[in-house]
């Protein structure tokens, strides 16, 4: 059995079924771990939500920000953002409210022991160890499962906190994992989540990757994750980042989480959005 994570797809179809040929992918044997944001801005969402639940138990993935956010338009509650018109095959669908119930019961964290990998789509604050970003996420799970997932998405949005206490309660710890689970990229040197900056890593001691603030809690941990285009492919000693830019005529990547000697199998995509483009 071979375990394969891959990079977010945001509706680029096409490439996911092209590299699963490419890897020899057998669902009735092999493991899939998708990094999130399935959907939004590539031509196929649909089809790519579709496919990944029909897979069942042999697919695995975690909620994106792209995810999130069809979820919130699914209920109407899309006035944080523009409305993207990739998502209107999804929300024209017969089995739309199916397949959205389905999504909305996806993980925002997945660890397996026994293979000794944690999948997320974005980071994890540096105060958190492994324990505590389990629990946070299955606060945020429950959240969106439950009677209170309208209520929720309501209160999801915003950058508000940006550093991690204890002692956060209702609505603002629901708000931090979200924040940090789907749209964390940097934080500054002493701990604080900073969610504008989008490009590759610059050489600042006030500003770092979220995998590089010293005294990082979850250290040692392995980590595989997406939401990062303009970090490509990047390998630390505890850390694997896997959002090769597919979307924008990059690259759709796939790394044998069960065999890290095998090199990552990246397949050249066209691109569905230019650069830059929102």
């Keep these: 059995m071979a375990v394969y994570a891959i990079g977010d797809l945001q509706g680029c179809y096409d490439e996911l079924r092209a590299l699963l040929d ?7 044997h092999d493991r899939l771990w998708l990094c999130g944001d399935l959907v939004n801005r590539g031509p196929k969402s649909l089809e790519v939500l579709r496919f990944v639940r029909g897979l069942g138990d042999a697919a695995v993935t ?11 338009v699914w209920l109407g509650k899309h006035r944080h953002f523009k409305t993207n018109g990739t998502l209107g095959p999804i929300l024209a669908a017969a089995d739309r409210d199916d397949l959205l119930d389905w999504l909305r019961h996806r993980p925002l964290l997945h660890h397996d022991a026994a293979l000794g990998w944690t999948l997320v789509h974005a980071g994890l604050p540096p105060q958190w160890d492994l324990a505590t970003a389990r629990a946070c996420a299955a606060e945020v799970e429950s959240a969106l499962r439950g ?17 991690w206490d204890p002692g956060l309660r209702g609505w603002d710890r629901l708000r931090f994992t979200v924040n940090c689970l789907t749209r964390l ?3 500054t040197a002493d701990g604080a989540l900073s969610l504008a900056p989008k490009g590759a890593p610059q050489a600042t001691p006030d500003l770092l990757p979220w995998f590089e603030v010293p005294g990082r809690q979850s250290a040692g941990q ?52 230019a650069p830059g483009h929102q």
Excluded: K, Q
């Design 185 to 187: 990229r940097y934080c």
């Design 147 to 163: 009677p209170d997932f309208p209520a929720f998405v309501d209160h999801m949005y915003g950058n508000e906190p940006h550093r």
């Design 22 to 28: 490419r890897l020899g992918f057998d669902p009735a």
């Design 222 to 273: 392995r980590i595989v994750f997406g939401h990062w285009s303009t970090l490509g492919l990047h390998r630390g000693a505890d850390v694997l980042g896997i959002d090769t830019g597919c979307l924008w005529g990059g690259a759709l990547t796939a790394v044998h989480l069960d065999d890290p000697a095998v090199p990552a199998t990246s397949l050249p995509c066209v691109g569905a959005c």
């Design 62 to 72: 975690v909620l994106g920000n792209h995810d999130l956010h069809l979820l919130a």
